[in-house]
């Protein structure tokens, strides 16, 4: 795929203890990634090093076009969504949300519009005073995927947000976030995706990359890296039977 890269991981080294990481990958403007692969493969991994949470070893971490190796992640032009703990239990819906475009929670008028309108976007209107252990798995993500629509960030990483919500449900949110992401299609925002669902791949993604041992071994457009055809390694991976070409 050709275009701008949002996101690139310039030959990024990173050394746990057991685990030796070393990725090279652009993600390219406005499209939507699924990142897949075995447990401990380095997905999450991936993202922390996007994000500032991981700092490598050597290499560059290139976001919009500058190096962010070493900015710290407040300072990045990113959202990021995780399974869980995304919200702060003390605060409000409201003022979980509006954290988003006022950090120091000083709210103007048109503010408040816009947060009241995001929690709307994600059919959540009357939560607003709720506080999130009130709430569902399902509705806290909701929440969460609010505050990262409003921020309005030019890329999303999600590591696999909806993986604790039944099938329907996962499907839903999906759904919920390709729309919010169609609204906006003159300012295509750029999805990195770690999932354990290649069904949710499948659907949503423009290509997906197939990490092990903390490589990309694979990457490419979704139906060609989910055949399973392009790498044994990624038909192991799925289940599925490589037919003899
Ligand atoms: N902060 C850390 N300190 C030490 N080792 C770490 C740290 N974070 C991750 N690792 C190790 O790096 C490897 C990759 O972990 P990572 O969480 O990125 O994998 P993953 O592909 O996201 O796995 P899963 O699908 O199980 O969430 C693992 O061996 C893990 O134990």
């Keep these: 795929m050709s275009g701008v890269p949002a996101l690139s991981f310039e ?20 499209e939507w990634l699924a990142v897949i692969g075995p447990s401990g ?3 999450s991994t991936l993202l922390d090093l996007a994000a500032g949470f991981a700092t490598p070893d050597s290499g560059r971490v290139v976001i919009g076009g500058r190096d962010m190796t070493r900015v710290a992640p407040a300072e990045r032009p990113l959202s990021i969504v995780f399974q869980e703990n995304n919200l702060f239990p003390h605060l409000d819906v409201f003022r979980n949300v509006a954290l988003g475009i006022a950090p120091n929670l000083r709210v103007s008028k048109g503010d408040r519009r816009r947060v009241m309108e995001a929690l709307e976007a ?11 252990a ?10 969460a995927l609010a505050r990262a629509f409003l921020r309005d960030r030019p890329l999303l990483l999600l590591d696999e947000p ?11 949110m999906l759904g919920m976030l390709k729309t919010l992401r169609a609204e906006r299609a003159q300012r295509p925002m750029s999805v990195v995706m770690v999932t354990h669902h290649p069904d949710d ?6 290509r997906v990359a197939f990490l092990d041992h903390g490589v990309v071994l694979a990457v490419g457009p979704t139906r060609a890296i989910l055949s399973g055809q392009t790498d044994p390694r990624v038909a192991r991976y799925l289940g599925t039977k490589v037919s003899d070409p």
């Design 134 to 143: 009130t709430m569902s798995g399902g509705e806290r993500q909701r929440v």
């Design 41 to 43: 493969a380095g997905k």
């Design 201 to 206: 791949a499948a659907e949503h993604a423009d």
């Design 122 to 132: 994600v059919g959540l209107a009357g939560f607003a005073t709720r506080r999130p």
């Design 11 to 30: 030959d990024v080294r990173l050394a746990y203890e057991g685990s030796d990481m070393r990725f090279d990958l652009d993600v390219i403007e406005g």
């Design 162 to 172: 909806f993986a604790a919500l039944g099938p329907a449900l996962r499907k839903g």
